[in-house]
């Protein structure tokens, strides 16, 4: 016997599919149509839930395979070298730089020794002892080692390392990234050979600053040698006078003559008088001839090229000589005081510093030239360990938008062919070299103002 379904609204398509599949069974004693149904309408809930769990499976899978496919893709793009081993120090996985590295296959480098990779015992041993100490990351950082080339050369590579762990937090193994370091020393030598270069063309515009220097001193230079030479020289001519007298006596007293006639003849020669200028004619020739070994000495120091070899000196007297050259070989009269202590000990280089305070100088005789009185003050204080030396001249100063510009290398106002515009920046880098500080400002009564400050030995 089987009973009429009751009719069902055409949009409900699904309870008509489940009254549809009820009427095909045949119904069982002691269960109802409504039972049948409650059973279809769970099954298709189920049914629609596989299909859910399906759906959302395919999107994991396509995730992972995504995820697989960007690690697949950063792995082959490294040009490092990756090694993921196991706690036996087995490989387990390589990336393609490994590979082309050593020429083996990635199935060939799987499940071998990681040792086999090096190729001196050296570097196996370093391998072994980081795996045996159990803690290959304090073993193997920045670490160099020896590898084995496809064409069985060998490549130096500088190795790191960090242990894995698995999904519970257990150490699983260790993995090692590697660079060589073949092209990290040729970079390396690159830069090197680019910063010698540097440093020479540096030192070289140093040394052409000096000369520039130097020609300005020239002037100052040959009339500072021109007295003790023109000294040197005259006692040199009165020596000869006397030599020739005194020849002349001795030859009388060897030819046998009386001795009336060698006291006629000396009283004729004045050897008396001769005698007794002897000394002070040698003393002033050694005196001229020291004078002058010092300018000469002065000049070598300042026109040689600089070794940076530090010794202690006193500043005072390096500065004092600068300004004695400078003003000398200046054609404009400029009034320069100076007032230093007598002893200022410093330590570093004497030339380099005098080529400072000759740059420091020239520049304040060039900004007060046209002044009426030209003037120079030079002053100096000792304080907390250091000294400072200003240079202020009577000039016009320095325009305030050129104030922070006045150490950039080339930089001048001084129109063109009249200077360099490296004075002031090899000056400044000198200073620097030396654990101290220059700076420029303008006084407050007029003109401009370089502060010189320097550690005392």
Same mark, same amino acid.
């Given at each position: 016997m089987s009973t009429a379904i009751p009719p069902e609204p055409a949009d409900n398509h699904h309870v008509h599919h489940e009254a549809l599949v009820a009427a095909q069974f045949c119904p069982v004693d002691g269960i109802g149509e409504s039972t049948w149904i409650e059973v279809i309408r769970k099954m298709d809930e189920v049914y629609s839930n596989l299909l859910q769990y399906q759906v959302a499976l395919e999107e994991k899978n396509v995730e992972l395979e995504e995820t697989q496919q960007f690690v697949f893709s950063v792995l082959t793009s490294m040009s490092d070298v990756l090694i993921v081993c196991d706690l036996y120090g087995n490989v387990v @996985?390589?990336? $393609?730089?490994?590979?082309?590295?050593?020429? $083996?296959?990635?199935? @060939?480098? $799987?499940?071998?020794?990681?040792?086999?990779?090096?190729?001196? @015992?050296?570097? $196996? @041993?370093k391998a072994r002892n980081a795996l045996a100490s159990r803690s290959p990351v304090m073993q193997l950082k920045e670490c160099e080692a020896q590898m084995l080339g496809a064409a069985g050369e060998t490549i130096p590579v500088a190795l790191n390392c960090a242990p894995r762990y698995d999904l519970r937090g257990r150490e699983a193994g260790f993995v090692m990234v590697g660079r060589p370091v073949g092209e990290l020393r040729r970079a390396y030598q690159e830069l090197n050979d680019t910063h010698e270069a540097l440093k020479r063309a540096q030192q070289h515009l140093v040394h052409s600053e000096k000369m520039v220097s130097l020609g300005r001193l020239v002037a100052g230079v040959a009339h500072e040698l021109n007295n003790p030479i023109s000294f040197v020289l005259g006692n040199i001519h009165a020596l000869q006078r006397y030599s020739q007298r005194l020849k002349s006596y001795l030859d009388t007293i060897h030819g046998g003559a009386s001795e009336a006639q060698c006291e006629d003849l000396r009283k004729e020669l004045r050897i008396d008088r001769i005698l007794s200028d002897l000394e002070s004619l040698i003393e002033g020739t050694v005196e001229g001839a020291e004078r002058t070994r010092d300018i000469v000495e002065g000049l070598k120091r300042f026109s040689a090229k600089d070794k940076d070899e530090s010794s202690q000196f006193n500043l005072a007297e390096v500065i004092a000589k600068a300004v004695h050259w400078v003003t000398r070989s200046s054609s404009a009269q400029c009034r320069v005081s100076c007032e230093l202590p007598d002893d200022i000990p410093v330590l570093g280089n004497p030339g380099q510093i005098q080529q400072v305070v000759i740059n420091l100088v020239q520049n304040a005789l060039d900004a007060t030239r046209g002044r009426e009185v030209p003037a120079l003050d030079i002053g100096g204080r000792i304080a907390d360990g250091q000294v400072e030396i200003s240079f202020r001249d009577n000039g016009p100063g320095i325009e305030p938008q050129h104030l922070n510009r006045v150490f950039d290398p080339f930089f001048t106002t001084k129109p063109v062919g009249k200077g360099t515009g490296l004075g002031l920046s090899i000056s400044y880098g000198i200073i620097d070299r030396h654990g101290g500080r220059l700076s420029v400002a303008n006084h407050a009564d007029g003109g401009a103002v370089f502060s010189l400050r320097l550690p005392l030995a």
């Open positions: @996985e390589v990336n $393609r730089a490994l590979v082309n590295l050593v020429g $083996r296959g990635e199935s @060939e480098l $799987r499940g071998s020794p990681v040792f086999d990779l090096f190729a001196d @015992e050296c570097s $196996r @041993e």
